[in-house]
């Protein structure tokens, strides 16, 4: 008899990736280095029964499995762990990382739990890792200077009237098209603890804009506008005018 644990880690609210790890078998109990599935699943609720039905089906995405695991795993129903609280850390306390696994230092498990980012994107000293020329995605390997995708954009001039919208404070320059979904704006974070703020463009207002890059086990895809001064300066030179209440919708 298999017996198969399955542990659900939600990447967005697009799409769900489901880590599948194969316990034991034939009896015998299997290492933690051993038999572990991917599978990317289209719908954003993971439940018992999407479960079943994509390891019946044999829809595997990345990762190793073997020959027989998929169908053998309907021998013993699932065990599932939804995420608490959303974001994209495993649902069971024991799969989370820790210190002890050796993997990462005490400070980056201080800053991923403290700001809601996996861990391999802060570094050692618990910094966080942010997309520029130089820091490659940890999971991929490509550089995004600016957090744009491959680091391409374009220098465009955002017409009086424009809206546009921004998550955070002043002192950013980093805004998106109004209603571009959180996931789709790659930020860091489990989820927007809000609205995002509201803003009409004034005067012609120069900008880079291009597709945002994949970040923080967020899938990006949205589209980003980087000012060449901070929020609290356009507003300050009369660039911008903050709308209150998201009157865009």
Not at 35 to 50: C, Q, R
Not at 72 to 84: D, G, L, M
Not at 136 to 149: A, C, M, Q
Request: glycine share 12%.
């Amino acid at each position: 008899m298999l017996g198969v644990k399955i542990v659900a880690r939600r990447v967005s609210a697009v799409a769900s990736r489901v880590v599948v790890r194969v316990l034991h078998q034939a009896g015998k109990a299997i290492p933690d280095s051993g038999k572990v599935l991917e599978i990317d699943l289209p719908d954003a609720d993971i439940n018992d029964g999407i479960i079943r039905q994509v390891l019946d089906e044999d829809k595997l995405g990345v990762g190793s499995k073997s020959d027989d695991a998929a169908s053998r795993a309907k021998e013993k129903p699932p065990v599932v762990e939804e995420p608490k609280g959303g974001g994209n850390e495993s649902a069971s306390s024991t799969n989370r990382p820790s210190e002890a696994d050796g993997k990462f230092t005490k400070e980056q498990l201080e800053t991923a739990e403290k700001y809601g980012v996996p861990p391999d994107y802060t570094r050692p000293d618990g910094s966080t890792k942010w997309p520029n020329a130089v820091t490659p995605d940890p999971h991929t390997g490509k550089l995004h200077p600016r957090g744009f995708l491959n680091g391409k954009y374009d220098e465009v001039v955002l017409p009086e009237g424009r809206l546009i919208d921004r998550y955070g404070g002043d002192n950013g320059d980093y805004f998106s098209v109004p209603g571009t979904p959180f996931e789709q704006r790659a930020m860091a974070g489990n989820g927007p603890s809000g609205e995002p703020r509201l803003f009409k463009v004034i005067k012609p207002l120069p900008m880079k804009q291009g597709e945002i890059a994949p970040w923080f086990g967020q899938p990006g895809g949205g589209t980003q506008y980087q000012s060449q001064m901070p929020l609290k300066k356009l507003l300050k030179k009369k660039y911008l005018e903050e709308l209150k209440g998201n009157s865009w919708r």
